[in-house]
């Protein structure tokens, strides 16, 4: 947990550090930035998932920490040396390459070290305290914004990504049954071949794949929408809220036994839509808050089981690549909401671009839920 808490307090503070300081260059430095983190992964995903499936996940794991803690303290240095919004499109599209070679290994790493019973819980418990550090995250990263600027914020984290990879080394060995296969075309494209006989799978990858593009607008739309709820504080506190939402529904996972399924993934994508819709209607930060703590509550939550789901389902060797597979998929259409949105929020305004994704990412899920007959 320990390694959890600290791995995702150095990505909170990158991530608040590179999305605020952007946006006050322009909403298309913003959008540029955040693209930047999406494309390595439409390819190099796969990469991943093979990967994931032959080699060792704890050495993966610690090696994709320690090159994550270099390239934050080099774009420290570039920023303090150079400043300009190309640093933060660098630094992103260099942790988004290094995610998508190495994240598979943590799908992985958790059913070898505990039963099929225990993963909803323990993804949960895990979370929770990524969930801690995403609260205080952003609320570090202001601060430090604002005592050493973005370029001392980014070498805090560099600093805390060393630590959390060194910690990582304390981890048992998690050796894969794919390393001596043959590395063919039918390997790599095992994932996707799964896939294709799971229809079941098939759909809820679908839904995925639209909400992760109304969820990428989002991600443009809101700090400009916290620019005028207050400015960085405001962004500060409500991302922090977010997160508060992101533990609270991890702390129910976890103590609540639940089997995860369609109709929990489906009804917690159409109340998101709906907390989204009110977050763009909010004119004080409070209710803000209040509405974006439910939006990342209900968007955990779907996440948390449709893992816990496939961890289950899968076949242990085909992990990686099932969920390197899904990834690239789900995620497919995510450049698309990080290019579009400046578009539509320069002209509409952030907040009704919220409302309007919101609305969408309701009438989404109501539609796939109607499909599988899960109401």
Do not use: H
């Not at 590179?18 to 992964?41: E, F, N, Q």
């Not at 296969?181 to 896939?195: C, D, E, H, S, T």
């Not at 739309?221 to 922090?240: D, R, V």
Request: charged share 10%; aromatic share 10%; hydrophobic share 60%.
């Amino acid at each position: 947990m320990a390694i959890s808490f600290l791995g995702a307090l150095s990505g909170s503070v990158v991530g608040f550090t590179i999305t605020w300081a952007s946006s006050r260059y322009s909403a298309a430095a913003l959008g540029g930035t955040l693209l930047a983190g999406m494309v390595p992964g439409l390819v190099l995903d796969l990469v991943g998932g093979v990967l994931a499936d032959r080699v060792d996940a704890r050495k993966l794991l610690v090696q994709s920490s320690l090159l994550s803690g270099g390239c934050v303290l080099i774009a420290a240095t570039w920023l303090a040396w150079s400043p300009g919004a190309v640093v933060f499109v660098a630094l992103n599209f260099s942790l988004s390459t290094l995610g998508a070679l190495f994240g598979s290994s943590a799908y992985v790493l958790l059913p070898a070290l505990f039963a099929e019973e225990e993963l909803l819980r323990t993804n949960a418990s895990l979370s929770l305290a990524s969930d801690v550090a995403y609260l205080a995250g952003p609320l570090l990263g202001a601060g430090l914004f604002a005592a050493v600027g973005a370029a001392g914020a980014l070498a805090a984290a560099g600093a805390l990504f060393l630590i959390a990879g060194s910690l990582l080394l304390a981890l048992p060995p998690v050796p894969r049954s794919g390393a001596k296969r043959p590395l063919n075309l039918a390997f790599v494209g095992a994932g996707f071949a799964y896939l294709a006989r799971s229809p079941t799978v098939i759909l809820i990858v679908s839904f995925l794949s639209l909400t992760n593009l109304f969820a990428a607008a989002f991600q443009v739309a809101t700090p400009l929408y916290a620019a005028i709820l207050g400015g960085a504080g405001a962004y500060a506190i409500l991302s922090s809220a977010m997160n508060l939402g992101l533990a609270a529904s991890n702390l129910v996972l976890s103590a609540v036994a639940l089997r995860p399924g369609e109709r929990l993934f489906f009804a917690a994508g159409f109340f998101q839509g709906l907390s989204l819709v009110g977050l763009g209607q909010s004119r004080r930060l409070p209710a803000a808050a209040l509405f974006g703590a439910l939006n990342d509550a209900m968007a955990n939550t779907g996440g948390t089981v449709f893992i816990s789901y496939l961890q289950a389902k899968l076949p242990e060797s085909l992990l990686g690549r099932t969920f390197a597979a899904v990834n690239a998929l789900a995620m497919g259409l995510t450049p698309l909401g990080f290019a579009a949105a400046p578009w539509f929020v320069e002209r509409l305004g952030a907040a009704t671009v919220i409302v309007a994704l919101g609305a969408g990412t309701a009438a989404v899920a109501a539609v796939f839920c109607s499909l599988r007959k899960c109401w």
